[in-house]
């Protein structure tokens, strides 16, 4: 299990003062690799690792209801579910009984069942799966955080601790006062456009704000306003001036990524 990250490890603190610390690493490291591939378009071990976390997310709850949990190879998801599902209501909160486990019968069908396995004739669906699972295991960390923190954090600041872990971030790219810099080689000022746009999809970007993220990094004005004007087919214009990226523009993007990431990995 790699080390945490410092906004993770602060989650599994506060996770941890209601739930047993032998399971909350291992689902803070689950949901973390979740993230990272879901940022590099790998929807299929994305979705995979969702089914990892809502094991170990079973797991916590099990053990906090005070019953042993089954070694892996007994542990069966399904039964665990339908027997917090049968708890008492007396005997624990709905969000324990209820709540968390039916979010995480959804996740595991769609790990479990969908996957790559789908019909070469309809609409791929592992994107749209990843992105469906991966948000509610980001939902289910901030419900645990605020079970456990409960009275003592607010539910906004549970959520945005919990957001927190699933901003887009590579080690290619850093923020600084909200402003991206994209430290990937060789990036034409239109690439630097279409990752700017990606960045904050499905959010808009003015020109003017997308020209002054490729002038920031060392193009000239005239290249920023020429890298804007041939986004044309991969973006929407509202009519104002404000752009929000297409489908093929986010695949290109993710794309892009992808390959630096894999360039950087082999020169490290």
Same mark, same amino acid.
């Given at each position: 299990?790699?080390p945490?990250?410092?906004?993770?490890?602060?989650?599994?603190?506060?996770?941890g003062?209601?739930?047993?610390?032998?399971?909350?690493?291992?689902?803070? %490291?689950?949901?973390?690799?979740?993230?990272?591939?879901?940022?590099?378009?790998?929807?299929?071990?994305?979705?995979?690792?969702?089914?990892?976390f809502?094991?170990?997310?079973?797991?916590? =709850?099990? $053990?906090?209801?005070?019953?042993?949990?089954?070694?892996?190879? %007994?542990?069966?998801?399904?039964?665990?579910i339908?027997?917090?599902?049968?708890?008492? $209501?007396?005997?624990? %909160?709905?969000?324990?009984?209820?709540?968390?486990?039916?979010?995480?019968?959804f996740?595991?069908?769609?790990?479990?069942?969908?996957?790559a396995r789908?019909?070469?004739d309809?609409?791929?669906p592992?994107?749209?799966d990843a992105?469906?699972?991966?948000?509610?295991?980001?939902?289910?960390?901030?419900?645990?955080?605020r079970?456990?923190?409960?009275?003592?954090?607010?539910?906004?600041?549970?959520a945005?601790a919990? +957001?927190?872990?699933?901003?887009?971030?590579?080690?290619?790219?850093e923020?600084?006062?909200?402003?991206?810099?994209f430290?990937?080689?060789? =990036? $034409?000022?239109?690439d630097?456009?279409?990752? $700017?746009?990606?960045?904050?999809?499905?959010?808009?970007?003015?020109?003017k704000? #997308?020209a002054?993220?490729?002038?920031?990094?060392?193009?000239?004005?005239?290249n920023?306003?020429?890298?804007?004007?041939?986004?044309?087919? #991969? #973006?929407?214009? %509202?009519?104002?001036?404000?752009?929000?990226?297409?489908s093929p523009?986010?695949?290109?993007?993710?794309? =892009?990524?992808?390959?630096? +990431?894999?360039?950087?990995?082999?020169?490290?």
């Amino acid at each position: 299990m790699r080390p945490a990250a410092p906004a993770t490890q602060s989650i599994a603190q506060m996770i941890g003062t209601s739930f047993a610390q032998k399971y909350t690493p291992a689902l803070l %490291d689950h949901f973390d690799a979740a993230v990272a591939s879901f940022q590099v378009g790998d929807w299929e071990k994305a979705t995979l690792r969702c089914g990892k976390f809502v094991e170990s997310t079973l797991k916590a =709850l099990w $053990s906090y209801l005070g019953n042993p949990v089954p070694k892996s190879k %007994d542990f069966k998801v399904d039964a665990v579910i339908r027997q917090l599902e049968q708890t008492p $209501s007396a005997n624990a %909160d709905d969000t324990i009984r209820l709540t968390i486990p039916r979010a995480c019968r959804f996740i595991y069908e769609v790990a479990s069942n969908r996957g790559a396995r789908h019909d070469p004739d309809e609409v791929n669906p592992n994107r749209m799966d990843a992105s469906t699972v991966v948000s509610l295991c980001a939902w289910i960390l901030a419900e645990m955080l605020r079970y456990s923190q409960k009275g003592s954090l607010d539910p906004a600041k549970a959520a945005d601790a919990v +957001a927190s872990l699933t901003e887009k971030k590579f080690p290619l790219i850093e923020l600084v006062d909200g402003r991206a810099y994209f430290h990937v080689r060789e =990036l $034409s000022a239109r690439d630097i456009a279409l990752l $700017s746009l990606w960045r904050i999809f499905p959010n808009r970007l003015s020109k003017k704000e #997308v020209a002054a993220a490729v002038v920031r990094h060392q193009f000239s004005a005239g290249n920023a306003k020429m890298a804007v004007s041939r986004l044309g087919s #991969v #973006v929407d214009d %509202d009519g104002d001036g404000n752009l929000r990226l297409l489908s093929p523009g986010v695949e290109e993007a993710e794309s =892009l990524l992808s390959r630096a +990431a894999e360039r950087s990995k082999a020169r490290s």
